[in-house]
């Protein structure tokens, strides 16, 4: 049997990793400033999550949702204390269109209607909902596109101040936009469409799986704006790699047996990846390191002749040149050996290390940028 050949290769086959570096099978260092697209959260193979994942596959790897777990409360204690949420409720999933597809259903249930408002630009996942929720018509299947779902322009109060009415179920935005190319929501944008929810009696869903988990200098994007969503989707940094999922939702909504479900979501070797990553993130102020290194590259890049625009928070970076950048990207991999994440926007590369990236490996990236780009804009 033939793999279904969806994903363009890179020639590169990664045999171990530690921190922020890959080793590939010819004993090649990659510098890691991709994260396996935002995933790597505390670094690559982190000892304490190693120990982790092994203690718990020694114990019980699975069981279904049918008995107790203790693992998710204690997962949901901790992620409410860090996140600032403890008062809210989680469902536990396995990937971020899951958590998404879970948030707009559960918002549909406690309202009882079906328009979304979603965003030009945005990214939610490849699952019914969620992928009609996503601004990119090469994607959406026929059997996915639906009149439910409206798409209205990025931090243009005005626009949304019309779309959103009383017919809304609920707003769907991403914490900072990723795959749109690092795009963040105005702070008067967030709380503008917080106001419209109240009024209208429409929930506001914030997706955090790409900008949250301490990504971007604080646990949630949003938290910039000081806006708290009813809802709120995470996955990618949550497990370091272990697939995993969540919706974090407000008390007011309620919960009824068998509105949600599924087989593998909260098992207890996603709790044991997903407890040791916030031990990880606590113990080792890896939100402070985010937001100081994603300072500190931003600074360093935005002195360099001929960049359009430098955007992001903590260790989501989107560098926008004035040019695809596709070609700037093979060189950094293939001839720096560093890997770099690209958007949709084809102009900008996108930076997102490990939470614990160290200054000397984002000077590894400068260096290796700095030949790359000097050559590329001489030409
Ligand atoms: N939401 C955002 C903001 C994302 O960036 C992604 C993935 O890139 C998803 C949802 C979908 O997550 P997953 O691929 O885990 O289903």
């Known amino acids: 049997m033939n793999l279904f050949d969806v994903y363009p290769l890179f020639d590169i086959e990664p045999v171990k990793a530690a921190g922020s570096y890959i080793f590939d099978k010819k004993g090649d260092k990659y510098l890691d400033l991709y994260g396996g697209h935002a995933v790597i959260s505390i670094g690559h193979s982190h000892p304490y999550y190693v120990e982790m994942l092994a203690r718990q596959l020694n114990h019980i790897a699975f069981y279904s949702n049918s008995v107790k777990i203790p693992q998710q409360e204690e997962l949901a204690e901790k992620l409410g204390k860090l996140s600032g949420y403890d008062d809210y409720n989680l469902f536990l999933v396995n990937s971020g269109a899951e958590a998404n597809e879970n948030a707009i259903k559960l918002a549909s249930f406690s309202n009882d209607r079906k328009e979304i408002i979603a965003f030009k630009g945005s990214f939610h996942g490849r699952t019914s909902a969620a992928i009609a929720a996503t601004d990119d018509t090469g994607i959406i299947a026929p059997v996915n596109y639906s009149s439910n779902f409206v798409f209205a322009p990025f931090n243009d109060i005005e626009a949304a101040g019309e779309l959103i009415t009383e017919k809304t179920c609920a707003v769907i935005i991403e914490g900072i936009q990723g795959v749109g190319g690092v795009q963040i929501p105005d702070q008067l944008f967030l709380k503008k469409i917080r106001a419209l929810c109240d009024k209208m009696g429409s929930f506001l869903i914030l997706d955090e799986v790409q900008s949250g988990y301490g990504r971007s200098g604080k646990f949630f994007a949003h938290q910039y704006a000081d806006v708290k969503p009813d809802l709120i989707t995470v996955a990618k940094g949550m497990g ?6 969540g919706v974090l939702i407000n008390p007011l909504l309620k919960a009824k047996h068998s509105m949600l479900g599924t087989t593998f979501g909260g098992n207890y070797l996603a709790c044991a990846a ?6 990880v993130i606590k113990n080792e102020n890896l939100i402070e390191n985010a937001l100081q290194m994603g300072n500190y590259f931003k600074n360093q890049i935005a002195s360099f002749d001929g960049i359009k625009e430098v955007r992001g928070n903590g260790l989501m970076i989107g560098i926008e040149l004035d040019s695809p950048c596709a070609e700037i990207r093979k060189q950094l991999l293939f001839d720096h050996k560093i890997f770099t994440g690209s958007s949709s ?5 996108r930076i997102l290390p490990p939470l614990n990236v160290k200054r000397e490996e984002l000077d590894i990236f400068l260096e290796a940028f700095s030949q790359i780009f000097v050559k590329t804009m001489a030409a």
């Open 345 to 349: 926007n084809k102009n900008t590369l």
């Open 274 to 279: 997903g407890i040791a990553v916030l031990d």
């Open 240 to 245: 370091n790699g272990f697939p995993m999922g």
